[in-house]
């Protein structure tokens, strides 16, 4: 598609969409200039329910206001890298950041991974998240809160990459406790882990 009609596509969106997310698959070329532009440049890679088609791409949806204010914040600075979502960012002003926010947080939470279970698998990462605490900073259901992101039902191709991240220490954070929370864990483990949180189930 041209791309006069891309962005014209995306512009469309935005006005039947309040607001919609935060992850761009890339900006019109002239860049975005007011808030319905920026928005329309985002739903592309999130879709409008928060809940993406490409497994490396996060669900959103019902993502803690502060956490995903963080994000936008850590992607408008450069302290966290990817092309589209800086360029998206870079001129984002705080109004911008808080509505988007407010909004992204209002969207349904992702249901888990579909499919029939692993138990055996489920049961290892289950003991593993147990053992390492993750619900005392991300709640017992895995749902988040304040600047901790919500983990239940999140893709597990990009859970498996951050908890990757985390470990390298090339993700950036609010505080250093997830650097220490993945310390020592194997590829098996980490693959466990990120298994069991996008299929955990109450």
Request: with cysteine; proline share 6%; charged share 20%.
């Amino acid at each position: 598609m041209p791309s006069s009609r891309r962005c014209r596509a995306r512009r469309g969106l935005a006005a039947s969409a309040p607001l919609v997310l935060w992850v761009a698959a890339g900006p019109c070329p002239s860049g975005a200039q007011t808030l319905q532009d920026k928005i329309a440049a985002c739903a592309a890679c999130h879709g409008e329910a928060g809940q993406p088609q490409d497994a490396n791409v996060p669900s959103i949806g019902g993502q803690p206001k502060l956490f995903v204010m963080y994000q936008l914040f850590f992607y408008r600075e450069g302290r966290r890298t990817n092309p589209e979502m800086n360029t998206i960012a870079k001129d984002m002003n705080d109004t911008e950041l808080t509505a988007i926010s407010e909004y992204v947080a209002g969207l349904p939470a992702p249901p888990p991974a579909s499919g029939a279970i692993d138990e055996t698998r489920y049961r290892r990462g289950a003991a593993l998240a147990d053992k390492r605490i993750c619900g005392a900073c991300h709640n017992a259901d895995y749902s988040g809160r304040e600047q901790m992101p919500r983990l239940a039902g999140q893709g597990e191709a990009y859970l498996l990459k951050s908890l990757k991240q985390y470990e390298a220490g090339t993700r950036v954070g609010t505080q250093a406790a997830m650097a220490e929370a993945v310390r020592g864990l194997s590829d098996g483990e980490f693959a466990d882990l990120a298994y069991y949180l996008a299929h955990f189930r109450r």
